[in-house]
C-alpha cells in the first residue's frame, strides 16, 4: 500500500521556510511535565529530515482544549524544551503561533533552525478553519508539512485550511506510515485478518465494525462493548455497561458475521464486583452466570485463553480498545494478557488508539508490536473507510 500523495521527500526544502504541524498533544501532569513524549518522538525523522535539508522547520500544533483563549497551563513551551533535548539543537519558541512577534522569530531564522509555535488553539480560528487565521498562518513559510495524523480527521485551518494558501504541500513520514499500515491492513490484508475491539462503547465503534466485518477472518470482542453484546444474546449482564439502545445493532452485527463465515468472539467468562471503584470484592465467574447488581470489568481467564488460542493462526492482528477497566491493576488481567498474546503473534500487529497504546506500553510489550498508531480518532475514521480532511487536503502524486 503506498501512499498517493506528495511527502516531505518530493518537496525541494533547501533554503525554504517549511512550516510542519505536528501532533504534540502530549499528557501533562499538574505541574506542567510531559508524561509521555511518544508524540514528540514520532515527528523526529520529519523535523531532522527538513534540518538536514537545510530547511528553516517552522512546528505548530495543538495542545488539550483551550477552547480558543490563552491558557498558559496548555502552553508548548515544555515541548520546545523537550523538543530541544531530543533534537540535541536549539528550539526557538514564538508566543504566539501568528503576528508580529512569530514573523520577526521567522525572519531571523537561519537553515537548520528550529521554531515551535506557540498553541494554535489559543485562537478560535484554528477549530473554525478560519480562513484569515489559516492565511496568517501559511504566511510564515514557503511550504507546508503534514505530519499529524493524529488530528488528520480534523477539518481545522492548520490541517485542511493552510494547504489552500499554501500548495507546495506534503505529508510527513509518521504520516504515510500510519496511513501505509493502516489503510494497507484493511485494503490488502495478510490472511487470517484478525480484529480485536474492546472499549466501552459500541456506539464509538460502529463505522469499524461494520468496515472492518466486511473484511476480516475474525472478530474478537472485549471491554465493556461485550456486555452490549452478551445482553443482545439474551444473557444476564448485571450492572455492566451495556448500550440498550444497541441491542439490536449488535444483534444484526454478530448475524451478519456468522451468515458471511466470519468467527465471532466474546467474552465466555469475566471478572465481576460489587461496584467499579477499587477495593472491591471480586470473583470471576462464567458469561452465563453474572450475578444480578454486579459488574463487568474485565475478561477472565478462560477467554484470555480462547483469544489466545484465536490469535495462534492469524497473520495480521488490528487491536483497537482494552478488554476491560485497565487502568486499575484487579482489572488489568485480560488487557495484559492480550497484549503478550498480540506480541507473540507471527502477524503484522497493529494497535490503534491512545488506549491500546497504553496498555501496551504498560505491558512492556510495545517494541514487539509492528505498528502503534499515535491517532485515535483518526485511526477510527480510516479504519471506518472515511475520507480524512488532513489527507485530503494535500496535493496528489503526479502519475
Not at 496568517?136 to 480527521?153: K, T
Not at 452490549?228 to 444497541?246: I, R, Y
Request: hydrophobic share 45%; aromatic share 6%; charged share 20%.
Amino acid at each position: 500500500m503506498h501512499l498517493n500523495k506528495v511527502t516531505i521527500e518530493d518537496l525541494p526544502l533547501r533554503g525554504k521556510r517549511v512550516i510542519i504541524r505536528a501532533d504534540f498533544n502530549v499528557p501533562l501532569d499538574e505541574s506542567g511535565h510531559i508524561t509521555d513524549d511518544t508524540r514528540i518522538r514520532g515527528t523526529l525523522p520529519t523535523i531532522n529530515y527538513a534540518v538536514d535539508e537545510g530547511a528553516r522547520v517552522i512546528l505548530c500544533s495543538h495542545l488539550g482544549r483551550p477552547k480558543g483563549k490563552v491558557d498558559p497551563r496548555l502552553s508548548l513551551a515544555p515541548v520546545a524544551r523537550r523538543l530541544q533535548r531530543l533534537l540535541g539543537k536549539e528550539v526557538l519558541f514564538a508566543e504566539d503561533c501568528i503576528g508580529a512577534q512569530a514573523e520577526t522569530l521567522v525572519n531571523k531564522m537561519k537553515p537548520g533552525d528550529v521554531l515551535l509555535l506557540e498553541n494554535l488553539r489559543f485562537h478560535a480560528g484554528e477549530e473554525q478553519n478560519d480562513d484569515q487565521f489559516a492565511k496568517a498562518l501559511a504566511s510564515l513559510a514557503d511550504a507546508y508539512v503534514n505530519d499529524a495524523f493524529g488530528a488528520a480527521h480534523r477539518n481545522h485551518a492548520s490541517v485542511s485550511g493552510i494547504t489552500k494558501y499554501l500548495p507546495m504541500a506534503g505529508a510527513g513520514f509518521l504520516m504515510r506510515k500510519e496511513i501505509e499500515y493502516l489503510e494497507g491492513a484493511v485494503a490488502d490484508p495478510m490472511r487470517p485478518f484478525v480484529a480485536i475491539l474492546g472499549g466501552a462503547k459500541v456506539s464509538g465503534k460502529i463505522g469499524v465494525i461494520e468496515n472492518l466485518g466486511k473484511k476480516v477472518n475474525k472478530v474478537i470482542i472485549g471491554g465493556g462493548m461485550a456486555f452490549t453484546f452478551l445482553k443482545a444474546m439474551g444473557l444476564e449482564v448485571g450492572n455492566s455497561l451495556v448500550e440498550d439502545g444497541m441491542l439490536s445493532f449488535a444483534k444484526e452485527i454478530y448475524e451478519h458475521a456468522v451468515g458471511r463465515g466470519v468467527k465471532f468472539y466474546l467474552p465466555v467468562d469475566c471478572v465481576v464486583a460489587t461496584s467499579p471503584s477499587p477495593g472491591e470484592e471480586t470473583k470471576i465467574v462464567t458469561s452465563q452466570e453474572i450475578p444480578k447488581g454486579w459488574y463487568g470489568l474485565d475478561i477472565g481467564p478462560a477467554s484470555v485463553k480462547l483469544f489466545t488460542e484465536a490469535l495462534g493462526n492469524a497473520k495480521t492482528i488490528l487491536w483497537n480498545g482494552p478488554m476491560g477497566l485497565f487502568e486499575n491493576d484487579a482489572y488489568a488481567r485480560g488487557t495484559m494478557a492480550v497484549a503478550h498474546a498480540v506480541a507473540d503473534a507471527y502477524a503484522l500487529t497493529i494497535v490503534g488508539g491512545a488506549d491500546t497504546a497504553l496498555a501496551v506500553h504498560k505491558a512492556g510489550v510495545s517494541e514487539s508490536m509492528s505498528f502503534i498508531s499515535t491517532g485515535g480518532g483518526a485511526a477510527l475514521e480510516l479504519l471506518e473507510g472515511k475520507a480524512l480532511p488532513g489527507i485530503a487536503a494535500l496535493p496528489s502524486k503526479p502519475t
